[in-house]
């Protein structure tokens, strides 16, 4: 059974950093294409990075481009977001999803077929 499980939220001061994990289950997610995606309240799902499994290449939002990183250590068969100058407007429920195709995008989330169930990350002082 395929699964993705995100965690790592939590309460951060702004200019605070979080690292948000997403650990996959059922399937081996250095074959797949990986996205975090972030949605608050009110607003579309956004995507901010990902990681192409076909040739590790990385991709960033314009919102996020120098304070977010995607990475993945794949013995733990894990992808992690590391998160740093944290601002208000970052506060929302952040998800990972898998490609199967291993293409990654950050502009679309229709291509990613499995997503986690997210974690709450919100910026308040």
């Known amino acids: 059974q395929v699964q993705l499980v995100e965690s790592g939220g939590g309460l951060v001061q702004p200019g605070g950093s979080l690292r948000l994990s997403c650990a996959a289950s059922?399937?081996?997610?250095?074959?797949?294409?990986i996205g975090w995606f972030r949605q608050a309240p009110g607003k579309e799902r956004e995507g901010l990075s990902c990681?192409?499994?076909?040739?590790?290449?990385?991709h960033y939002a314009d919102s996020v481009k120098g304070r977010f990183t995607i990475s993945s250590d794949n013995a733990k068969n894990t992808v992690y977001l590391q998160m740093n100058s944290l601002k208000p407007d970052d506060t929302a429920v952040y998800y990972c999803?898998?490609?199967?195709?291993?293409?990654?995008?950050?502009?679309?989330?229709?291509?990613?077929?499995?997503w986690g169930q997210g974690t709450q990350v919100t910026v308040s002082s």
């Open positions: 059922g399937f081996t997610m250095a074959d797949y294409g």
């Open positions: 999803a898998a490609d199967l195709s291993g293409y990654c995008t950050v502009v679309a989330s229709l291509p990613y077929e499995y």
């Open positions: 990681i192409s499994s076909l040739d590790g290449r990385t």
